[in-house]
């Protein structure tokens, strides 16, 4: 239950001089709130017992909201059960940002593709299997030209482009050995540029454009970011596609092939803004724990 200020509001990091958290951490001081920074993989969950959740003994079902940066990955159990913790936090009447069940749709490629599709928002083509054969006739059937993505991952790493089929053939050996799920996409010539539309609350607050060396135009893999006025149709496609996945902030990545088109590749749920903040007069943060202070004081 929400009280007088101050506040106890948690960021969940496993680093807490990752830049992201010291300037939430930052925001949210300034405005006299009690901040506290955690692992997820420090959350101890109890039943029948008292405290219910807690980080190092100290209950956390007690704080008015959970700001989640990051959620580590590792194997199906602790995955699973990371998330889960956030839902029964949500169960005691934690506010969680971004809700568990929009980082669930949002953080798998899979499922991300398949929803924005189902609502109208262009999707690369896709194709997901689980067998080396439906991977190879994928291959073929996307003219031999794709991105290979993990099924979950960010900031670019281990995606890799493929367009000869004796390399498709070794890679995909290669993740099958590893019992990995094999994520195709559509290779789509876009100059090397994309762009990311934030969204908080529902609002386009900020955007900018990556232009990359290679295909790749992430940050983390040298692409650099530029100022960009996005259109009304990028605003109205990122601004449906936070929508689409209850994301209270997001950054929405969009592709613009060389003939117009317009898709989107990603909507993040614990995205970054350290490249845009270096391109924006915004104050990303700033806006971000605004939006989260009034949600608490209406709730």
Not at 59 to 77: C, H, Q
């Amino acid at each position: 239950m929400l009280r007088d200020n101050p506040l106890k509001i948690g960021i969940l990091s496993s680093d807490s001089e990752e830049w992201h958290v010291l300037r939430l951490s930052k925001e949210l001081k300034k405005r006299g709130n009690e901040v506290y920074i955690f692992p997820v993989t420090k959350l101890v969950s109890k039943i029948a017992l008292v405290p219910s959740i807690s980080i190092r003994g100290y209950a956390v079902e007690d704080y008015d909201a959970v700001i989640v940066r990051r959620v580590p990955g590792g194997s199906v159990e602790q995955v699973f059960y990371r998330m889960d913790v956030l839902h029964v936090l949500e169960e005691y009447g934690v506010k969680v940002f971004n809700p568990p069940l929009s980082i669930e749709k949002s953080v798998n490629k899979h499922y991300t593709s398949a929803l924005l599709e189902k609502h109208g928002l262009k999707s690369p083509k896709t194709i997901v299997a689980e067998s080396f054969r439906d991977a190879m006739k994928g291959f073929k059937e996307l003219k031999e030209d794709v991105i290979v993505k993990p099924l979950f991952g960010s900031l670019g790493s281990g995606m890799i482009r493929v367009t000869d089929q004796d390399i498709a053939y070794r890679v995909f050996r290669a993740l099958e050995s590893i019992n990995s799920v094999f994520y195709l996409q559509e290779y789509i010539p876009h100059k090397n540029t994309d762009m990311r539309i934030f969204v908080v609350g529902g609002s386009a607050i900020s955007a900018m454009k990556r232009v990359g060396e290679s295909w790749k135009t992430n940050i983390s893999s040298g692409g650099k970011p530029i100022p960009y006025e996005p259109s009304e149709e990028e605003t109205r496609i990122s601004i449906k596609a936070a929508e689409i996945f209850n994301l209270e902030y997001t950054g929405v990545d969009l592709l613009q092939s060389e003939v117009g088109e317009l898709y989107v590749l990603e909507v993040n749920s614990t995205p970054g803004w350290e490249g845009l903040q270096k391109v924006t007069e915004k104050n990303i943060s700033n806006e971000i724990i605004e939006h989260i202070l009034s949600k608490l004081k209406k709730s």
